[in-house]
C-alpha cells in the first residue's frame, strides 16, 4: 500500500525551465493538494483539488499550474521556473474536505 | 489574515522528560486541528488531531488539548524518547470553498530528545 507517491524525488532546474511534479494516490480519496515548505515558514498551499477535474487556487498560486484529469493523479507544473520557487514540494490527499491530510515524502527542487 | 502561531521554534528535552509545544490560531471559525511529526526527509505525518467540540485527546504518550476561549492548543509528550526527535507542525482549519476547509500551519518546532 503505497498511499502517496510523488515523483521525482529531487530536480535542479536552471531559471526559466519548465517541470511537471507527479502526485498519485492509491487510497481513492477525493481531496489532493499541493504544498510548498521553506525554511521557517511551515507548509503554505499552492494549488488544491476537490475532486476529479477541478483545481483551485490556495495560498501561494503564482507561477504555478496544476491538472487533476485522473482522480488518483495530481499534477503540478512551472512553466517557467524562477530561483524564489526552489523549495521542498508536497502532495497531500484526504478522504474529506475536513479531516486526516496524508503527505508524500516531498520533491526537492532547486533552481539556478 | 489567517494565522497560527507555533512556540517555541526549538526545544530540547532529556529523554524521558515532558514536551510540550503550544499554537495559537485567529480565525475563532477553525474547528479541527491536526498535529504533524515530521523526520528528516519525510513529509509531515499525522500524529493526533482534535475537534473543537472537544477540550482533550490522548493517545498513549501523547495528548492534545484546546482552549477555544483563548483560541490556543497544545501538543503534550510524556516519557519522551529518541525516535520523538523530529520537527512538529500544529495545524488550524480555515475558511475554504467547495466543501473544503483549508488547513494553515505553524512554522513548525524542532524536538530534539538527548539520551
Known amino acids: 500500500n503505497a498511499g502517496v507517491t510523488q515523483t521525482p524525488k529531487f530536480r535542479v532546474l536552471k531559471t526559466g525551465q519548465s517541470m511537471t511534479l507527479l502526485c498519485a494516490q492509491d487510497m481513492n480519496h477525493e481531496y489532493m493538494y499541493w504544498y510548498r515548505q521553506d525554511p521557517g515558514m511551515g507548509l503554505r498551499l499552492i494549488h488544491y483539488s476537490v475532486g476529479e477535474g477541478t483545481t483551485a487556487k490556495g495560498e501561494v498560486p503564482d507561477g504555478y499550474n496544476v491538472s487533476r484529469l485522473k482522480k488518483q493523479n495530481f499534477l503540478l507544473g512551472l512553466e517557467s521556473a524562477a530561483p524564489s520557487q526552489t523549495s521542498v514540494y508536497f502532495c497531500a490527499s484526504s478522504r474529506r474536505g475536513m479531516g486526516p491530510q496524508h503527505f508524500g515524502d516531498g520533491t526537492r527542487l532547486s533552481i539556478l | 489574515g489567517e494565522n497560527v502561531e507555533q512556540h517555541p521554534s526549538t526545544l530540547s528535552v532529556q529523554e524521558g522528560d515532558s514536551a510540550v509545544i503550544k499554537c495559537t490560531y485567529s480565525?475563532?471559525?477553525?474547528?479541527?486541528f491536526p498535529w504533524y511529526k515530521q523526520e528528516l526527509g519525510k513529509g509531515p505525518q499525522l500524529i493526533i488531531d482534535?475537534?473543537?467540540?472537544?477540550g482533550e485527546k490522548k493517545d498513549q504518550r501523547i495528548a492534545v488539548t484546546l482552549n477555544k476561549t483563548a483560541k490556543h492548543f497544545s501538543l503534550h509528550i510524556t516519557e519522551t524518547q529518541p525516535e520523538d526527535s523530529a520537527v512538529y507542525f500544529c495545524a488550524a482549519s480555515g475558511r475554504g470553498s467547495g466543501g473544503y476547509n483549508k488547513l494553515i500551519f505553524g512554522a513548525g518546532t524542532r524536538l530534539a530528545v538527548h539520551p
Open positions: 482534535i475537534r473543537s467540540n472537544v
Open positions: 480565525d475563532s471559525a477553525s474547528n479541527y
